[in-house]
């Protein structure tokens, strides 16, 4: 119920500060929302990498007091009609039915990579409230540009405790503000174009994700992987700038706001944003009559300063990350490793040259087919019609290729419908969003044949999900451009009626695709039945431990899942050591590897314990050296038991969990603490 | 007559009019859908096709078991997929297909939680495995060990009870009720689907019916044209 009030709360200073915006700077009201969560971000963001996240949070409640005293004060002026105009009221109602849902079933995290990042950085950033780089604890992955997790902490930052639902809720509010901002130029007269646009938005993120009708539940809307977010807010850009006619400067800051915040939300975000700023800042230099004055400065000069502004804003975000983590991690941002082991300029160069034929290799050669044959051949989304068998299931198959044609066809709408204008806009931003597709589907070839090991690189693993953010912020845009257009064409034309139609495509195919019971609507408690019973085991275990106490996990998971899951579930309040990443192999046949030693382990010892087998010996041996006081055993196999069993005062077979670790050398053993054998 | 026909008239020009109308219209739908259930489902009572029977949880004859081992009304499951799968010939007045709208499970679980207690069935006569497609889960009613399942109407082929996840789990099983009848104010209670549908279905449809209208006006205005 706190978290409840807690979310209420900052929900309403949001909403506050949007109806200052509406009122003071004359934004349109369906803009508001995302021009304030964008310079969320961008403001956590800084202030967080200069270590003042504390101060950031309350200037930013301190501006929404603020705003309310001001609204109070100018009450007179406040257009409330103007105000909830149906882009808010959908923003309003949607993000409020959100919090109300998510306070009711308080789903946690349940992924992969929301226990490796995307759920454990934003607990640790409350709990230490500074950003994750400056105190990552164990946490493997810390160099990830912070925007998301400072939209998280946005929402976080009333309440003692971290509450993961508020992450799924934060997340879900950013899409709510895009797609509010996509219908922002329909007022209340055209409340039937808003309606379809709204339900068509709303369902992107299912179009663009989900390619079959599954038997789990599909967490979209209740997940915090940031691929879905980063591409909404490519789109976000885009939108702000496009949604109205009048470009007017504080419309221009809120896109400069908005691509910066894309930079800021994942590495390839850089990529995209700086393909929506290129596509803004031609619109603007060569479409756009109107001058847009920046400060005082009128005409050409002007719009440059605007250009300038969209394109220097994500570099100073992109180097000022890059000097931040030099300076606080003492790694270099621009070496990305991977298999080929190369710079990101290089990566690029090189790429570019062979693409054009200069020392092509066999290995880019392959997976740059591999990439053509996948835009045509892979399902990713939901716009596929028939069996996959099927001559018709083979054609529309949900492909890239079909879900370009899609998008191609509603900016064809679009163009059709709206004045020369709004033609001329429409055509030069299809060829430039098409030719901006081209550049990231080939750079994220490129990152294929230099990033990625050779099974992955073959495999393209996970190559939908690196692909669907582009699909999801470009379908975004498309459905303003066509609902900018509708908001002047001509009532009764047939043209207005393909809004209708493919709201109905939309619909039709999630109710094809999604059954209630298996979505963030309505999904059974059982969801989360195995994670539920891990955290009660968790809790039951830290009865027995303390703040001085160290556990080691044993979790024979797959890729070491466990060691995630259990580590976000201990932190705060007990540390866990990393344990060599748990994962499947725990034998005395293998050497440990240097990079899963602790960090403050001197050279000798990382030599010790990476030079010889692992044996029961020499387990206790890194047990003492690493400080550990307790083992939690989480999943474990037969020969395990064969092989370290004799370590436990109880053969492993009392079924305890917890363990505490006692003597020291050749007397070291375990003795359980929460099994049948425990002394109480 | 003469007030419905201006009220008609006042809808095409009046938005609010016309988004109240099919808020109505979707409201009346709703209870008019419960009610129909309802009666549906009394009358199929009194037809005998839909029949509560009562199963022991001791029963040894009516459930295939997979994976679990019974000793009166005690189980224990020996896998993380244990099944119970009913013999529905057995406990159905009308054979198979039978029909079957609920499922009430009475169950003490005593060692761990059931992780997920879900239903099977076979809408088909052509399936010949479970598909988990077609699947319920329960809505519990209370902490008070009663699970209940709400299937959809039609003839089965085939039902079959997953009562948890785990290995080793014990549980006694009182009872499991088919087709327990519901009380008539429980055919109106919201579910999460129908509030989405009540919040989207008659916005979606008044956009529709706007979009007509004004398609309509301007051909008549087309036409009026082409007459001068």
Known sequence: ?680 | MRRVKAFWNSIWKNDRRLVALCYAVFLAGSILASLYGFAEDAYQRAQGNVAQTEISGAQEDLFALTDLEQEGDLYTSTSVDPRMELDLAAVSPTGVPAYVRRVTVRVTFLNMDPGELSVFYKPRADMEEYDATYRVWAHKEAEDGVYTFTLPRGALYGLRLDPGIYSGMQFRLESVIINEPRGFFEWFLPTRPWLLCLAVVPLLTASVLKYLALAAAALGARRADGKT
């Open chain 1, 1 to 680: 119920m706190i978290a409840f009030v807690e979310m209420t709360v900052t929900f309403a200073a949001l909403t506050a500060l949007c109806l200052f915006l509406n009122t003071k700077m004359r934004l349109a009201a369906g803009l508001t929302p995302l021009f304030v969560l964008c310079g969320t971000m961008v403001w956590y963001s800084t202030l967080g990498s200069v270590h003042m996240l504390v101060p950031a949070g309350i200037v930013w409640f301190g501006a929404a007091a603020a705003a309310c005293v001001w609204l109070w004060r100018k009450h007179k002026d406040i257009r409330w009609r103007e105000f909830f105009s149906p882009a808010m009221v959908y923003f309003l109602l949607a993000s409020l039915a959100v919090i109300v849902l998510f306070a009711v079933r308080r789903p946690i995290f349940n992924e992969w990579d929301e226990f490796s990042f995307w759920g454990i950085a934003p607990k640790v950033v409350k709990t230490e409230n500074q950003l994750y780089t400056y105190n990552p604890g164990e946490m493997r992955v810390s160099t990830f540009v912070p925007g998301i997790i400072m939209l998280d902490y946005a929402f976080q930052f009333l309440g003692s405790v971290f509450v993961p639902w508020k992450v799924y809720a934060a997340y879900d509010i950013l899409f709510f503000a895009v797609f509010a901002a996509a219908i922002s130029m329909l007022g209340r007269r055209h409340w039937h174009i808003a309606v379809p646009a709204a339900a068509v938005l709303t369902l992107v993120p299912y179009m663009v994700s989900v390619y079959q009708r599954g038997i789990y539940v599909q967490t979209t809307y209740m997940n915090a992987y940031s691929d879905i977010p980063m591409g909404l807010l490519f789109g976000a850009g885009l939108v702000l700038y496009f949604a109205p006619r009048k470009k007017t400067p504080i419309l221009m800051t809120g896109a400069v706001l908005a691509v910066t915040a894309s930079c800021l939300s994942k590495d390839m975000g850089f990529a995209l944003c700086l393909i929506a700023a290129a596509i803004i800042c031609f619109d603007l230099l060569f479409i756009q009559k109107e001058d847009v004055p920046f400060f005082r400065l009128k005409g050409l000069g002007g719009k440059l300063c605007w250009c300038a502004s969209l394109v220097g804003a994500p570099l100073a975000a992109f180097f000022g990350w890059a000097a931040h983590m030099s300076v606080v991690l003492g790694s270099n941002r621009f070496d990305i490793g991977g298999s080929a082991d190369m710079g990101m300029v290089q990566m690029v160069t090189t790429g570019i040259a062979e693409l054009l034929g200069i020392g092509r290799t066999q290995k880019f050669t392959d997976i740059m087919e591999l990439m053509k044959s996948a835009f045509f051949n892979t399902r990713l989304t939901m716009f596929s019609v028939g069996a996959p068998d099927s001559t018709l299931g083979r054609i529309f198959n949900g492909s890239g290729f079909i879900t370009v044609l899609l998008i191609l066809s509603i900016l064809l709408a679009a163009f059709l419908l709206g004045d020369k204008r709004m033609r001329v806009r429409t055509a030069w931003t299809a060829l430039w969003s098409s030719l901006g597709f081209a550049a990231f589907y080939i750079f994220t070839g490129f990152t294929y044949v230099y990033v990625f090991g050779e099974e992955l690189a073959y495999g393209l693993g996970d190559y939908n999900r690196y692909i669907y953010p582009y699909y999801a912020g470009w379908l975004v845009l498309a459905v303003t451009m066509l609902c900018a257009s509708l908001k002047n064409a001509k009532p009764g034309s047939l043209g207005t009626l393909f809004l209708l139609a493919l709201c109905g495509g939309c619909i039709w195919r999630a109710d094809a695709y999604l059954q209630p019971q298996l979505t963030v609507l309505d999904y059974p408690d059982s969801h989360y039945a195995g994670r539920r019973l891990q955290v009660e085991q968790v809790e039951a275990a830290k009865h027995y431990l303390t703040r001085d106490d160290k556990v080691f996990i044993v979790s024979m998971t797959q890729q070491g899942v466990g060691w995630f899951q259990l580590y976000y579930e201990f932190y705060p309040d007990v540390a866990v050591d990393y344990s060599f990443g748990a994962g499947e192999e725990f034998s005395p046949d293998i050497v440990r590897r240097a990079d899963a030693m602790p960090g403050f382990f001197t050279e000798e010892q990382v030599d010790y314990f990476t030079s010889q087998p692992f044996t029961p010996a020499v387990w206790c041996d890194y047990l003492e050296a690493s400080g550990c006081t307790a083992i939690y055993m989480d999943e474990w196999d037969a020969a395990f038991a064969e092989n370290y069993g004799a370590l436990f005062a109880d053969g492993l077979k009392s079924g305890a969990t917890l363990y505490r670790v006692e003597g020291a050398g050749a007397d070291m053993h375990f003795v359980p603490l929460n099994g049948e054998e425990a002394v109480s």
